[in-house]
């Protein structure tokens, strides 16, 4: 079975931080591109942010940046998205997916991502 699996999500005020996790089960994760990506309610799923394989590359969308940090541990086969500064319009179910091209992400081609998790939902309270 291949598949990433999101943890993390919670109800949190704003100003507030929260770090979620996305575990891969059934592949070596440090082999792949990895996206964050997020959904709100209504709304079309955007990409968040992305990680390179092995160069350690990261993209973050303008609304997040300086706010959020990705990063991975290849030990852990785990990628992380640590979420500082949680403003009422960062509600959303956020998921991860692998980029099995290596450009999906980046170019937020976001039919090009694969084995996406199931979603963990962040709700931020103003």
């Known amino acids: 079975q291949l598949q990433l699996v999101e943890s993390g999500g919670g109800v949190v005020q704003t100003g507030g931080s929260l770090r979620l996790s996305c575990a891969a089960f059934?592949?070596?994760?440090?082999?792949?591109?990895i996206g964050w990506f997020r959904q709100a309610p209504g709304k079309e799923r955007e990409r968040v942010s992305c990680i390179g394989s092995s160069d350690g590359s990261t993209f973050y969308d303008d609304s997040v940046k300086g706010r959020f940090t990705i990063s991975r541990d290849n030990t852990k086969n785990t990628v992380y998205l640590q979420m500082n500064s949680l403003k009422p319009e960062d509600t959303a179910v956020y998921y991860c997916a692998v980029d099995p091209y290596g450009s999906s992400c980046v170019s937020g081609y976001i039919s090009g991502m694969d084995y996406w998790g199931k979603g963990t939902l962040v709700t931020v309270s103003s």
């Open positions: 059934g592949f070596t994760l440090e082999s792949y591109n």
